[in-house]
């Protein structure tokens, strides 16, 4: 089955501690977008990749960073997290349609 | 400031009845709007959209309705059915724009 996969599904880190989040897609979508949800709140747009095009949104901090090295993949890097950074992180694709394909996304506690 | 409001957190509904979910929005450029579900542990999955320029859509059990005028939708799921106990998320794609925008969520229980 076609898919938007992430990887881990829980992820710890330290205060301070870089880490990234991975999301890999079988579905050959040509965008690929990274949200945060905290608790209650609605997802979050941080940025996304139109093919190779990198947007990111205005108000995300600049301790998140995001690279897509193929079409398949896409990863989110936290250079410094802090306790306020612990949320679920949402990975999606689209075909450049309105429809978003969501992963089951990364809950990442920080200590 | 939020775009797009779930003003419910949540909703207890009885199996069988009509469930009716509701989403506000302040801006006027969005070109389709779109509800979600989500499942705990799962990631959020497609369930309706509505162009701007519609006022209905149906597809099964889910109609969903777009007042303009009142920058209102909403999702309507009839009969309900235990399965559709979930978080449901309306959202909205800016014109132009590659992105959704989501409400808060509600959470609707189905009671048997």
């Known amino acids: 089955d076609a898919m938007v996969i992430q990887n881990p599904r829980y992820q710890v880190t330290q205060f301070g501690k870089p880490v990234t989040l991975s999301c890999s897609q079988t579905?050959?979508?040509?965008?690929m977008y990274w949200y945060q949800q905290k608790s209650s709140q609605a997802p979050k747009l941080l940025f996304h990749?139109?093919?190779?095009?990198?947007?990111n949104e205005a108000d995300t901090p600049d301790n998140f960073q995001s690279r897509r090295p193929n079409t398949s993949f896409c990863f989110l890097d936290i250079r410094s997290p802090g306790l306020g950074d612990a949320a679920m992180y949402l990975c999606?694709?689209?075909?450049?349609?309105?429809?978003?394909?969501f992963g089951p996304g990364t809950r990442l506690t920080v200590t | 400031d939020q775009q797009v409001k779930q003003n419910s957190p949540s909703l207890s509904v009885q199996e069988g009845r009509i469930s009716i979910l509701n989403c506000d929005y302040t801006?006027?450029?969005?070109?389709?709007f779109l509800w979600y579900k989500k499942y705990p542990a799962e990631g959020p999955t497609f369930l309706i959209s509505i162009s701007s320029i519609k006022d209905k859509n149906e597809d099964g059990r889910f109609t969903v309705f777009l007042n303009k005028s009142a920058k209102h939708l909403s999702l309507h799921i009839v009969p309900s059915q235990p399965g559709d106990s979930a978080v449901y998320f309306c959202?909205?794609?800016?014109?132009?724009?590659?992105?959704?925008?989501f409400g808060q969520g509600t959470r609707l229980t189905i009671n048997p």
């Open positions: 990749y139109y093919d190779k095009d990198f947007n």
């Open positions: 959202a909205a794609t800016p014109q132009g724009a590659q992105k959704l925008v």
């Open positions: 999606a694709t689209s075909s450049g349609t309105y429809e978003q394909y």
């Open positions: 579905l050959n979508h040509n965008v």
């Open positions: 801006n006027s450029m969005f070109d389709y």
